[in-house]
């Protein structure tokens, strides 16, 4: 299908509240339903994230490049080096692979429409702080039931299947949409 603007849709929370397998999950899915997904994950833990800068692209970028590429096999690494990219241009440089979707893991402020995992009762907060909310996800049926009294969207549990079930027919929807 190949859209030219793909749907973006957001995961956040904080952390170890099931982000990452959240998505995992998701992209399975819409892999399983022949949809071209791509990820933009926010590096939230400080600091640069991990490379190998013991490799020659690594080399390429101590040297001075801006930005390193290497293929091989069909896997392409890209590698930059002081660059501030908000993510409105990590969405653009990812349409590049003409993806239906774009799954962007964390960046809560940002403005795309987003699924919200809550797994402490101390992490509903977030629900205040971010916006565009459209779905959340609690860890249990104590934190769903107060997520109910500061958010009347649709709840789920994390065992829930449903909020999988959810997440993709929205994706759907607004593929739909688009391609109209």
């Known amino acids: 299908m190949a859209l030219v603007n793909p749907v973006v849709f957001q995961i956040v929370g904080f952390q170890n509240s099931g982000k990452t397998t959240f998505t995992l999950k998701l992209i399975e899915r819409l892999k399983n339903d022949q949809l071209q997904t791509v990820t933009i994950k926010h590096h939230g833990h400080g600091g640069k994230p991990d490379v190998s800068m013991s490799k020659d692209t690594g080399k390429h970028l101590t040297s001075g490049a801006l930005a390193s590429i290497v293929e091989g096999g069909g896997r392409i690494l890209l590698q930059a080096e002081e660059i501030v990219c908000n993510l409105d241009d990590q969405v653009e440089l990812m ?63 994390i065992s829930d299947e449903r909020a999988l079930k959810w997440t993709i027919q929205y994706v759907q929807e607004r593929i739909q949409k688009k391609s109209v």
């Open 95 to 157: 349409k590049f692979f003409k993806p239906d979707v774009i799954i962007v893991e964390g960046h809560k402020q940002e403005h795309y429409p987003k699924l919200v995992l809550i797994k402490e009762t101390s992490d509903i907060r977030l629900l205040e702080k971010v916006n565009n909310v459209l779905a959340v996800i609690s860890w249990s049926e104590e934190v769903k039931e107060q997520v109910k009294e500061k958010w009347a969207g649709p709840s789920f549990l």
